[in-house]
């Protein structure tokens, strides 16, 4: 039986595959490889710079980076939605850039005679469906309303000599507080949101504000400050149908709406677009001492004063705040302080 010449084993037949072989290993190893991985890093180097503003806006409460808010969910009120990213706005003077400049804004307005900060913000609101909710809805329980937790560090290089919100003896500086408040609810909320800001420049007043509480109470093994005020006049998300007014529509406009849900509608019950809310805050706060500064805590809930049922709205307002119990007593046990 004859073998087919192809079939034969050829030495030099065989010695070329070997060279053929040996020339695509050493292709694979000097060129391919290290060009894919060239590309890999290009590609990943590509996608950070793309997301570095969303990146550098990242931030942590406790040391946590990601913490998801458990849900109020109630068969009167309907349920709360969440999202487990921090965001971490820097308020100062040359606070620049995403989102909109806002942490400039507010440095300006509200602490433009305090040393730079760095804010941070997990939170929930109305439940949001296909981009939908009731937070900008003025005849919903859920209108203007977010709770969940803050934490603000402050830094001694920046020139600060206290905790934000407190004096060294542990007491409250209630004004700190309520600046806050007013930065987040109308410049890092309603603002950003797309509410225009010479509608929202109407409510930088603190003048009005009535405060409630200021006393101690225990978490678990620690004390906390439960600090409540009430009559903080916020500017409403809401669209009226006897104006024409509209939202401002950058991308950053688009974001906070989709994360906070929008109502596709406009209302009679308001007299003009983003017309005046009076909100009610209480929220547990403390702080922690490091070797750079101080770190604030604050825990706490919202309500819409303007809310015509108001037991049904302390009572909102009271399940908003077991749930920043319970995240304290679960979650955050290591804060709070030491005194009875």
Not at 59 to 69: D, H, K, P, S
Not at 115 to 138: G, I, M, T
Not at 273 to 283: G, H, K, R, V, Y
Not at 291 to 304: A, D, P, R, V
Request: glycine share 6%; net charge positive.
């Amino acid at each position: 039986m004859e073998i087919c010449p192809s079939k034969q084993s050829n030495p030099r037949c065989l010695f070329g595959k070997c060279l053929r072989l040996k020339k695509m290993n050493t292709f694979i190893c000097s060129t391919f490889i290290p060009g894919l991985i060239l590309y890999t890093q290009f590609y990943s180097l590509s996608l950070l710079l793309l997301f570095y503003p969303l990146f550098q806006h990242v931030g942590t409460i406790n040391n946590r980076y990601f913490q998801l808010i458990q849900h109020l969910c109630h068969e009167k009120f309907g349920r709360s939605s969440s999202s487990p990213i921090i965001l971490r706005i820097r308020v100062a003077e040359n606070s620049n850039g995403f989102p909109l400049s806002v942490g400039k804004k507010v440095h300006k307005v509200l602490f433009s005679d305090y040393p730079p900060f760095h804010f941070k913000v997990n939170f929930a609101s109305s439940q949001v469906q296909y981009f939908k909710s009731n937070y900008s809805n003025p005849s919903s329980i859920w209108y203007n309303v977010f709770f969940g937790c803050y934490e603000i560090a402050v830094y001694k290089k920046d020139g600060w000599t206290r905790p934000f919100g407190y004096r060294l003896d542990k007491t409250l500086i209630e004004d700190d507080l309520i600046r806050i408040l007013k930065g987040d609810w109308n410049y890092f909320s309603a603002h950003l949101y797309g509410v225009p800001l010479h509608k929202v420049a109407k409510f930088d007043s603190l003048e009005g504000v009535v405060v409630k509480h200021n006393t101690i109470v225990r978490i678990g093994a620690k004390s906390w400050h439960l600090f409540e005020v009430g009559n903080v006049h916020c500017v409403g998300p809401a669209l009226s149908q006897h104006d024409s007014m509209q939202y401002n529509n950058s991308l950053v406009n688009y974001m906070w709406r989709c994360s906070f849900g929008v109502t596709t509608q406009r209302f009679a019950n308001i007299k003009e677009s983003f017309e005046q809310t009076n909100m009610c805050f209480a929220m547990y706060v403390c702080f922690t001492e490091t070797n750079k500064g101080w770190k604030t805590y604050i825990f706490g809930g919202s309500k819409n004063d303007n809310y015509p049922n108001k037991h049904e709205n302390n009572e909102f307002l009271g399940l908003q705040m077991n749930i920043m119990r319970e995240l304290i007593e679960t979650k955050h046990y290591n804060l709070g302080f030491d005194f009875e």
